[in-house]
């Protein structure tokens, strides 16, 4: 991805309705920041709906003004909606980069689920970004980020001269197992939702055999297989070693990533969340593929590969913290060499039970959750405006709101969940939307004012926190 650096820093939001205020006002005072009616992307029924729905029901000011702002702002500003040989098309870029991610679309649009049944407008947005996701696959399995224009060649300063092939329709290619992960999670995600199996046409099952696929050549059992990847930069994680097949691994089942979720360069090419990701959404696909006609033996070979990895993350996947307990290691080799970190984005061992790979009272997730939020993790930052994990990405004393809302998401507790709140509460610089990332000490300095994946995550919390703590969301934050 273009490093989030080259991005805007501070309180500049040209494309999100108006100039930022100079200071704070007063949270009931402040307008909508949403673009006019006219203006927005997308407009849902269902969405306006549930908007003032929940609206409603948050008790304290800032916090229901955050969440108007952000819970529509994918449809408001990053869906193009059309058709493409003859289909219906979604393409949804991430904000301020005018790219589609596999994971980053996926995820943006997840919280709608839950309203598409009955939605028309969603419906098609969801059809059409499943075409769209499955044509990017076939395009290339190994890529991450894709062009509007399938046959376009990528303009993109940062990856133009990749050393890699770059093929047609490709913005970047750098090999994330979760880039085929989210859109399987996707696809069964609407048929649960809705019942609709419109999408799921022999394109969409074709790309389907080329995941399964791809996840077999990336176990590299019969060599290294065909990705491979460098580029020049001065930052050493946006290129791999040896000559563009990163360090070395011994083969023990578990599937190679050549970048983690944050299009980080692996230190290890196991990585544990990603992994644990794929376990899951194959054995998501498996009952999708059976429901939409697919040749059974797919479905087989889907489930078998997820307990060949899932006993191989098992068997390689733990190291012991320096208290003698059992955690989640971050990265592994296979050699035992192991690295233990978070990174903020998703797939992280934080946001394991998130993803339906553990159950949230899970032990060893339970121990890993406490080395994750502490100085153990060499990404976990505290200072004057809060306290939260980062990543490499934006550098040291950069908290995500991700992590912060992927927290509160995994929590039963009322004081740790109050506390994210107020986190989020107080670190978006009186812009009214989520950042990627905000200096420890000072929320004025962030990254990427135009990031819908954490805002509408942020919209899921709000809507999550009404069904499970609705005691918890109607009291003002102090």
Not at 47 to 62: C, H, N, S, W, Y
Not at 405 to 422: F, H, M, N, P
Request: net charge neutral; proline share 7%; with cysteine.
């Amino acid at each position: 991805m273009i490093s989030r650096r080259d991005t805007m820093l501070g309180l500049a939001g040209g494309v999100l309705a108006g100039a930022l205020p100079a200071k704070p006002a007063r949270a009931e005072n402040r307008p909508s920041r949403r673009p006019p009616p006219a203006q927005r992307k997308v407009s849902s029924p269902a969405v306006e709906r549930e908007l003032a729905r929940v609206k409603a029901a948050i008790g304290d000011p800032e916090l229901a003004w955050l969440f108007e702002n952000c819970f529509p702002n994918t449809l408001d500003t990053t869906v193009e909606l059309g058709r493409l040989d003859g289909k219906a098309d979604s393409f949804v870029i991430t904000g301020d980069i005018e790219c589609l991610w596999l994971r980053d679309s996926s995820a943006q649009v997840w919280p709608y689920l839950p309203l598409a049944k009955n939605d028309a407008v969603l419906r098609q947005v969801f059809q059409g970004l499943i075409h769209r996701q499955a044509r990017c696959i076939l395009i290339d399995p190994y890529a991450n980020a894709f062009l509007p224009d399938p046959k376009g060649t990528t303009p993109n300063k940062w990856a133009v001269d990749d050393m890699t092939e770059m093929k047609p329709g490709v913005a970047e290619r750098k090999w994330e197992i979760d880039s085929l992960c989210y859109p399987i999670r996707l696809a069964h995600g609407y048929w649960r939702a809705t019942g609709d199996v419109t999408p799921f046409d022999e394109e969409w099952r074709a790309a389907m055999r080329l995941v399964v696929a791809t996840f077999r050549q990336q176990q590299r059992k019969d060599g290294p297989g065909p990705y491979r990847f460098q580029r020049k930069a001065e930052t050493p994680t946006e290129t791999l070693a040896l000559d563009g097949y990163g360090f070395p691994t011994r083969k023990v089942g578990m599937i190679h990533a050549m970048f983690r979720p944050s299009d980080d360069a692996c230190l290890y090419a196991f990585n544990i969340p990603g992994n644990l990701f794929a376990v899951t959404a194959l054995r998501l696909l498996a009952p999708l593929w059976r429901a939409v006609g697919g040749e059974d033996t797919l479905a087989q070979d889907a489930l078998a590969l997820a307990a060949e990895v899932e006993t191989a993350v098992r068997a390689h996947g733990r190291m012991t913290d320096a208290a003698g307990q059992e955690i989640w290691a971050y990265e592994v080799d296979g050699f035992g060499n192991r690295l233990f970190m978070d990174d903020a984005n998703v797939p992280s061992l934080l946001g394991l039970p998130y993803l339906g790979c553990c159950a949230a009272d899970d032990p060893l997730y339970r121990r890993t959750r406490a080395r994750v939020w502490s100085g153990d993790n060499p990404y976990f930052f505290q200072g004057a405006a809060g306290e939260g994990v980062g990543g490499p990405h934006e550098g040291l004393r950069m908290i995500w709101p991700m992590a912060i809302i992927v927290r509160a998401l995994t929590s039963d507790d009322d004081g740790e969940i109050r506390q994210c709140l107020g986190w989020l509460k107080t670190t978006h610089a009186g812009t009214g939307f989520m950042h990627e990332a905000f200096d420890q000490d000072d929320p004025t300095h962030f990254t990427r004012s135009w990031f819908a994946w954490a805002n509408t995550l942020f919209g899921e919390l709000m809507i999550d926190l009404l069904a499970r703590k609705p005691a918890l969301l109607r009291a003002p934050l102090r």
